[in-house]
């Protein structure tokens, strides 16, 4: 089955650096990936959706220059956190859908993001 | 706008009963429903993609039934096992996107 990689697990970082996550369709293509945010014991809440070779589609409310996202290629999309605060402190996940096939989504196994 | 509902929002059962997991959604326009698996930390694991042609999908001892109609599913996993404990998500696509329900955590005894 389609299978969605996210690097890294885990990582902490000190307040004022930026941190990137990597998410990689590994068997198939997508023109479209989702990077969400999930609060402790909360659902995930989308904050943009990943186009290849187009700009993100931001969410409201979520700032587009603090996570910049850059979908290079029909694999892989990338959402920097810039300038992290202690506040972006969270787990992040992302998703894909293939394009063609049977519609139905792929997660990553998300990203543990903490600033010190 | 998409709106998804899981009820219970937790749920204790003791190993070898079986579960059921209620999800419903506004709008019934969906051409899928998909129910996801989460452990604590983890990502989310798929477990059954529901077409809108179809009225229930089965893949080992999970069953999950959808109707539109009504703007309902439900997830029937069948004879508990203490590693069935997680939350289960259940997801309808809103246009691209999907939108989720809060949840449902389960725990199941030994």
């Known amino acids: 089955g389609a299978v969605v990689s996210q690097h890294p697990s885990r990582v902490i970082c000190k307040s004022g650096t930026s941190v990137k996550i990597e998410c990689r369709s590994l068997d198939f293509q997508a023109t479209t990936m989702f990077w969400y945010r999930q609060f402790p014991k909360k659902s995930l809440m989308l904050m943009a959706t990943s186009n290849e070779g187009s700009k993100a589609t931001y969410e409201q409310g979520v700032e587009k220059d603090k996570f910049l996202i850059n979908h290079a290629s029909l694999t892989l999309s990338t959402l920097t956190v810039t300038s992290a605060h202690p506040e972006d402190s969270s787990f992040y996940i992302c998703?894909?859908?293939?394009?063609?096939?049977?519609?139905?989504?792929?997660f990553g196994s998300g990203t543990r993001l903490t600033v010190v | 706008k998409q709106e998804v509902t899981q009820i219970p929002a937790a749920l204790s059962v003791p190993e070898g009963e079986n579960l059921v997991l209620n999800c419903s959604f506004t709008?019934?326009?969906?051409?899928?429903l998909q129910w996801f698996r989460q452990d604590p930390g983890k990502g989310l694991t798929s477990l059954l993609l529901i077409q809108s042609s179809q009225r229930e999908q089965t893949s080992g001892r999970l069953n999950a039934s959808l109707d539109k109609s009504s703007g309902r599913s439900t997830l029937y996993i069948a004879a508990s096992q203490p590693g069935d404990s997680a939350t289960y998500l259940c997801?309808?696509?809103?246009?691209?996107?999907?939108?989720f329900g809060a949840g449902t955590t389960v725990t199941v005894r030994a």
């Open positions: 709008d019934s326009a969906i051409y899928n």
């Open positions: 997801a309808a696509p809103n246009d691209y996107k999907l939108s």
């Open positions: 998703s894909a859908r293939e394009a063609g096939g049977s519609y139905g989504y792929t």
